[in-house]
């Protein structure tokens, strides 16, 4: 799928769950989650990277803060045992998008989903529209509600 692609499905489900979206697209990229907080002006601690792990019963999306490093053990603990990180390919076949570009929301089937508590400390917080060169702002509890997300630790302590 070209990025063209990925970023007007993006917006169609965006559409479709009610939630009013105004990504914006970055040329030189938003790769990591330092670039994105450069690109749109804001703390890297306001950037959702939305990273998917596999866990005992699949995938699973954990929606975490750009300054935080997911804690696979605590993760596994609510996912109900072993956890590791997803290779690309298993987080394009569950999201339906590219690592780098991956939406907290708009895959093909919902997945179980936790939400990085320090996401809530910010009024805003930006995740990726679908592109590795797009994000787009949102509320964290609209994010939250959208995302059927449970609020949980699971990052390394810092």
């Known amino acids: 799928m070209s990025k063209s692609e990925a970023y007007d499905r993006f917006l169609a489900a965006a559409a479709a769950a009610g939630i009013a979206v105004d990504p914006v697209r970055y040329p030189e990229g938003t790769r990591t989650a ?5 690109a749109v002006g804001c703390e890297v601690s306001q950037i959702v990277k939305s990273l ?3 866990g005992p019963d699949g995938p699973a999306l954990a929606l975490t803060a750009g300054h935080n490093r997911i804690d696979l053990d605590l993760l596994g ?3 109900g045992g072993s956890t590791v990180m997803s290779d690309a390919q298993t ?3 569950a999201t339906g998008f590219s690592i780098g570009g991956t939406p907290p929301f708009g895959h093909p089937s919902p997945l179980p989903t936790y939400l990085d508590p320090a996401l809530l ?7 990726a529209a679908g592109t590795p060169d797009s ?5 964290p509890e609209a994010l939250k509600t959208v995302t059927n997300a449970e609020t949980a630790p699971f990052v390394e302590a810092g």
Not at 34 to 38: G, L
């Open 135 to 139: 994000c787009f702002p949102i509320a």
């Open 77 to 79: 603990a609510l996912l």
């Open 121 to 127: 400390d910010h009024d805003i917080v930006y995740g």
């Open 34 to 38: 330092a670039d994105a907080a450069i």
């Open 91 to 93: 987080a394009r076949e």
């Open 52 to 54: 998917v792990v596999v």
